[in-house]
């Protein structure tokens, strides 16, 4: 049911944010989550920053070919994961949202796995780093153009509609992909069909090194909204807590019927674009070093300690369980070991047709199997 007292506008001049610099509460309405909620949301960003350095690192020490940074991104990534319903919804996600996925509930040996091509990805490693899915959970496996996933989120809510589950499609995406046609083919059929999808713009100002002034002359993403008639939101997504909120009113609106909605989170990315990229070429170190005072963790952090929510003790705990997990993950995902060579020929159809099972066979017998 959408509740009568509605509590976010959309298209609001500044982003919609809830907890200020300082940690303190500026919501026009009572906090209502309860500890538990409060000390999940900061444990799972906690979670996703030390599994970004993790990925680097292995990049770094040549276990794996490529990283893309999602630090910075949190508080829009981890306020999903807790706002939807996890594994009966569905989640679009793009390259830059492990963190989301691990909060989701994705295990970390199934990242790893993908990230190092072990028998331990349940995509059998198909795909280079950064391209985690999961089947039980929902999460469609993703691919690397940027918007292409967009229509296939619509078409998977289009279902639920005509099917009538009561699910709800959330599809992520950065904001050089809101330049694709595929995104406007996407967006504008969900419109038009009412189908039940939210699309979440993790805007963190950068198409690699393409600032969002070169990409549209648009005042912000949100306002995109109006051509296709649905509410767009402007958030600020570096706020776990405006995040959380938004996100759930949206999806409510949008789980009862009423149509899709676009959220822009305003983010920014503390890493380069990816491994593979120098940040340093077209991003001023100030204005890198003005984010990261704005870091969503230090200023979730400040807002539980003024709650008495968060010790220094509870920190180092968190962080120690959490590393623990990590590292046991990653012992799990290398120990399965890499995928056989010949699964390439694996899953190219249901069933494999003469050219995969002969040349699965010219390849065995070249590598004397
Ligand atoms: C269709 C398509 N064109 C180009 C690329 C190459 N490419 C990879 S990431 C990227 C920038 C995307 O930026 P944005 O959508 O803002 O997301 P961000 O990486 O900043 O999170 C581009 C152009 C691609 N993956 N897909």
């Known amino acids: 049911m959408i509740k009568d007292t509605q509590r976010f506008e959309p298209f609001t001049r500044d982003p919609i944010a809830l907890v200020n610099e300082h940690g303190e509460w500026v919501g ?31 990049q770094r020490s040549g276990k794996t070919s490529f990283a893309m940074e999602a630090a910075g991104h949190e508080g829009i ?7 939807v319903k996890r594994g009966f919804d569905w989640l679009f996600p793009y390259y830059r949202d492990h963190g989301m996925l691990l909060a989701l509930g994705v295990p970390a040996v199934e990242i790893f796995g993908e990230t190092l091509a072990t028998r331990a990805d349940p995509a059998k490693g198909r795909q280079m780093p950064n391209h985690p899915g999961s089947k039980p959970l929902n999460a469609f496996t993703v691919a690397s153009p940027i918007a292409s996933h967009i229509p296939p989120a619509t078409g998977a809510a289009i279902s639920a509609k ?22 406007h083919a996407g967006v504008n ?11 979440v713009v993790e805007n963190n100002r950068y198409a690699i090194s393409v600032d969002l002034q070169k990409q549209t002359g648009s005042e912000n993403l949100a306002v995109k909204a109006k051509a ?20 759930q009113e949206v999806i409510e609106r949008t789980r009862a019927g ?10 920014y990315r503390y890493g380069p674009h990816s491994s593979a990229d120098d940040d340093r070429l077209y991003r001023p170190k100030e204005e ?32 120690e369980a959490a590393e623990a997990e990590l590292a046991r993950a990653l012992e799990e995902a290398e120990a399965a070991g890499p995928v056989p060579e010949a699964w390439m020929f694996d899953d190219v159809y249901a069933e494999p047709l003469w050219p995969q099972i002969e040349q699965r066979r010219l390849l065995e017998e070249e590598l004397g199997a």
């Open 228 to 247: 296709y008639g649905m509410p767009g939101y402007y958030l600020d997504g570096m706020d776990v807590l405006a995040s959380y909120y938004v996100m």
């Open 77 to 83: 990534q981890i306020a999903i994961a807790h706002t």
């Open 162 to 183: 005509i099917q009538n589950t009561g699910q709800v499609v959330v599809t992520t995406f950065g904001d050089g992909a809101t330049s694709e046609g595929d995104w």
């Open 189 to 199: 059929f969900a419109s038009a069909q009412g189908a039940p999808v939210v699309f």
């Open 28 to 58: 026009p309405f009572d906090l209502d989550l309860d500890e538990e909620q409060l000390r999940a949301l900061y444990r799972d960003m906690v979670a996703a920053r030390l599994l970004d350095e993790r990925l680097l690192l292995l």
């Open 288 to 319: 890198v070093e003005h984010w990261k005072q704005r870091d969503p963790l230090e200023r979730f952090r400040r807002f539980l300690e003024r709650q008495e929510l968060w010790t220094p003790e509870w920190e180092a705990e968190l962080r």
């Open 258 to 267: 009423a149509g899709p909605a676009l959220v822009e989170a305003v983010v």
